[in-house]
């Protein structure tokens, strides 16, 4: 298997990535089904303690820090489920993993044009 290259400030969902978050991952899967989104809801802490999180982890997902939750082996199409909830546009998301503001990124990466 060829050596992976680092990209800066970038985290790799490699496998390594991939054990590191299966706790977040499942959780964050398990969303899928109504009557956990709604115990989500209810008491989220409650509802991260169900499936193990490290306390990393568990911070990253009750601040939605979406960088820190892939950084901590969140696989994006699983913690797009967390924002479903909320819900979050997925520009937001994409403006936190790229460390810019929400107005910054929809103007800078995706050409929105600014009025006035």
Do not use: C
């Amino acid at each position: 298997m060829p050596e992976h290259r680092a990209i800066p400030d970038t985290p790799l969902f490699d496998r390594d990535g991939s054990i590191l978050g299966y706790e977040l991952n499942k959780m964050a899967m398990a969303l899928s089904q109504a009557a956990n989104r709604d115990a989500f809801r209810a008491d989220e802490e409650a509802y991260l303690d169900r499936f193990g999180l490290s306390a990393a982890q568990k911070r990253a997902v009750l601040a939605r820090d979406w960088h820190e939750m892939v950084r901590l082996g969140g696989n994006l199409f699983f913690i797009l489920k967390i924002a479903a909830v909320d819900p979050t546009p997925i520009t937001q998301i994409g403006a936190a993993q790229a460390g810019m503001s929400h107005d910054d990124f929809l103007y800078e990466r995706l050409g929105k044009q600014r009025n006035g």
